[in-house]
C-alpha cells in the first residue's frame, strides 16, 4: 500500500529538534533538497504500489534520498542506516518532519528501493533536474555565456542545419565491473558441482524411503583433483584441459543423479529460491561447458561466468592490465560538465553504432543539434561521418585519406584542442569509478545493479549542481564583504564622509 505524503516541501526551520535547537539553512544537505523536484516523480513512483493493500509503503523521497545518501558517502546498506539514524540533517532530507533516534527503515529495505526506483525514472530524474538548471541559467540577462544557446525555435527552420547547431556532445563507452570472482571454467565447473552436491543431500533425504542407497558423487576424489590444479600459479594447458574434463565428468553425474531422484518422487519445490535458480544456471553452465570442451573453443555467446549472477558477461576492452571486464557496458554523453546514461546493456556491443540515437536525444533535450561531436576513434565510421555532415556536425579526429602537406598543422592543431575537450568525459569516468561505485557494483540482481549504475550519474550531476550553488552564495557573501571594505577605507580617507556617516 502507498500513502501518498502531504503536498509542498519541508521547511527546515519547522524541522523540529527534541534536544533544541535548529538546522541550519546553508547545509549541504539542505541545498540539495532543494536541487530536487521530488513531488513531480512521485506520482509515477506510486503506481508500481498499491493504493489500498498492504502496509503502507516509504515515501518516493525518503526511496530516492536513502539511495542518494548511500551513493554520495560511499558507505554499505547498514552502515547508510546508521548514518541516517544519526544525523538530523539526513533525516531532513528524506522527507521526515521531526528527528528521531530510531532508524526510519531496515537495512534491507534499501534492496526493495533499487527494485522501485529503477534505471527509467532515475534517468528522467537526471534530465529533469540538469534540464531546470539550464532554463534558470537561459533566463539571465543576454550577454552571459548560458544565454547563447537559447535560440528561438521558430527562427531555426530557415536556416541552414550548421547554423542553428550548437554546443558539444562528448560521448564515450566503458564496462562498470561487478563485484564476482575473477571466473575461470575450472573454478566455475568446481563451484557447479558443490552446489549440485548439496541439492543431491536435499533431494536424497525427500526419497529416503524409497531409494534405499544413495547415489554416490565422489566429492572427496573430486575435491582432491582440484585442488592441486587450482593452486598451481601457472597451469599447462594439457593439464587444465584434464582437470575440467574431470570436473564435468563429475558434474553431469550429479545432474543425472538429480534427475533419477526427481522420477523417484522427489520434488524440486522443497529447494529454495535461489537454491533452484542456481540449479537453473548451472545445467546451462554444463551446456556450455561441454560444448566448449568438445569443440576445443574458447568463447561461446551468452556465456556464463557467475552462477550467484548469470546476468553478467565478459566484456572485452583490450586496456592495458585488464584486458577484460566482468559487468555492464555503458555509454555516457557529457554536455557542459552534466553527464547522461545513454545506454546500458550486459552484453558486450560496438558503440559506435549509438552515436546518432545519441545526437537526436540531445536534440530532443535542448532543441538543436551539437555543433561538434567528440569521441575517440572507434566513432569514427563512414556511417557516422555521414550521418553527421548531412546535419552540419564536425566529429573529432583526423579526416579519412592522406592529408595536404599545408593542412598538417591545423589537422595536428585542431586534434590535440579534440583530444584536451574529450578528457572531460573520461574525467566523469575516473570520478565515477574512483570516488563513487563505478568500480565495483556490489548489486547482486541485474534491475538492483542498473539502478545503482544510474543513480553514480545523478549523484555526480547533483554534486555539480551544489558546488555551483555553493560558488554563487559565497560570491554574493564575498562581494559584500568586498562593498563594506570598500565604503571602511572611504571613510577612514575623507573624515568629512566619516562625520556624516556618524
Known amino acids: 500500500m502507498y500513502r501518498r505524503s502531504p503536498p509542498g516541501q519541508l521547511s527546515f526551520e519547522n524541522f523540529y529538534l527534541p534536544f533544541g535547537g535548529k538546522l541550519s539553512g546553508e547545509n549541504r544537505w539542505v541545498k540539495l533538497a532543494q536541487l530536487i523536484p521530488w513531488e513531480e516523480f512521485e506520482a509515477q513512483y506510486a503506481e508500481q504500489l498499491s493504493e489500498g493493500m498492504g502496509a503502507p509503503a516509504k515515501s518516493f523521497r525518503m526511496a530516492l534520498g536513502a539511495l542518494i545518501i548511500k551513493e554520495r558517502l560511499g558507505t554499505s546498506d547498514i552502515e547508510t542506516v546508521e548514518q541516517i539514524r544519526e544525523n538530523p540533517y539526513l533525516q531532513f532530507f528524506l522527507g521526515l518532519s521531526q528527528y528521531s533516534d530510531k532508524a526510519p527503515f531496515d537495512a534491507s529495505m534499501l534492496v526493495h528501493f533499487r527494485k522501485r526506483v529503477k534505471l527509467e525514472l532515475i534517468g528522467q530524474l537526471n534530465e529533469a533536474i540538469v534540464q531546470q538548471h539550464r532554463e534558470n541559467d537561459a533566463s539571465k540577462p543576454e550577454g552571459t555565456a548560458e544565454s547563447s544557446d537559447s535560440i528561438d525555435e521558430d527562427n531555426r527552420d530557415d536556416e541552414p542545419p550548421s547554423a542553428s547547431n550548437a554546443g558539444q556532445l562528448i560521448v564515450d563507452a566503458s564496462c562498470t565491473p561487478a563485484d564476482i570472482r575473477y571466473p575461470t571454467d575450472l573454478s566455475l565447473l568446481n563451484e557447479a558441482r558443490e552446489h549440485t552436491e548439496r541439492i543431491l543431500d536435499l533431494l536424497y533425504a525427500q526419497v529416503r524411503e524409497q531409494v534405499t542407497q544413495k547415489p554416490r558423487t565422489y566429492r572427496l576424489k573430486a575435491r582432491q583433483q582440484y585442488l592441486p590444479i587450482a593452486k598451481q600459479r601457472r597451469v599447462k594447458p594439457k593439464l587444465r584441459r584434464k582437470a575440467v574434463g574431470q570436473q564435468l565428468r563429475y558434474l553431469r553425474r550429479n545432474l543425472a543423479h ?8 522427489a520434488s524440486l519445490a522443497q529447494l529454495d529460491n535461489q537454491l533452484y535458480r542456481k540449479l537453473l544456471v548451472i545445467s546451462e553452465l554444463f551446456r556450455q561447458q561441454q560444448w566448449m570442451y568438445q569443440e ?43 553527464v547522461f546514461l545513454e545506454h546500458l546493456d550486459w ?48 566529429l573529432s579526429g583526423k579526416p579519412l585519406g592522406r592529408p595536404k602537406q599545408s593542412e598538417q598543422a591545423d589537422i595536428q592543431k585542431q586534434a590535440q584542442a579534440d583530444a584536451a575537450i574529450r578528457n572531460q568525459v573520461e574525467g566523469k569516468f575516473g570520478v565515477g569509478k574512483r570516488r563513487f561505485s563505478l568500480a565495483r557494483v556490489m548489486a547482486k540482481l541485474a534491475p538492483t545493479a542498473e539502478t545503482t549504475i544510474a543513480m553514480t550519474f545523478l549523484v555526480m550531476n547533483l554534486e555539480q549542481l551544489l558546488r555551483q550553488f555553493l560558488f554563487v552564495f559565497f560570491a554574493v557573501v564575498l562581494s559584500q564583504e568586498v562593498f563594506q571594505f570598500n565604503r571602511w577605507q572611504r571613510q577612514w ?10
Do not use: M, W
Open 347 to 394: 552484453n558486450n556491443f560496438n558503440e559506435s553504432t549509438q552515436l546518432p540515437e545519441q545526437i537526436e536525444r540531445f536534440k530532443q533535450r535542448f532543441g538543436h543539434y551539437p555543433a561538434s561531436v567528440h569521441a575517440d576513434q572507434i566513432y569514427r565510421t563512414r556511417a557516422n561521418l555521414q550521418y553527421c555532415r548531412e546535419r552540419g556536425i564536425r
Open 296 to 338: 576445443r573453443q574458447r568463447r561461446i555467446d551468452e556465456r556464463i561466468v557467475s552462477i550467484a549472477q548469470p546476468h553478467v558477461r565478459p566484456i572485452v576492452r583490450g586496456k592495458a592490465g585488464t584486458p577484460v571486464e566482468f559487468g555492464a557496458k555503458i555509454v555516457i554523453s557529457c554536455v557542459d560538465g552534466y
Open 493 to 502: 580617507r575623507d573624515p568629512q564622509c566619516a562625520l556624516a556617516a556618524a
Open 258 to 265: 538429480i534427475d533419477a531422484l526427481i522420477a523417484a518422487g
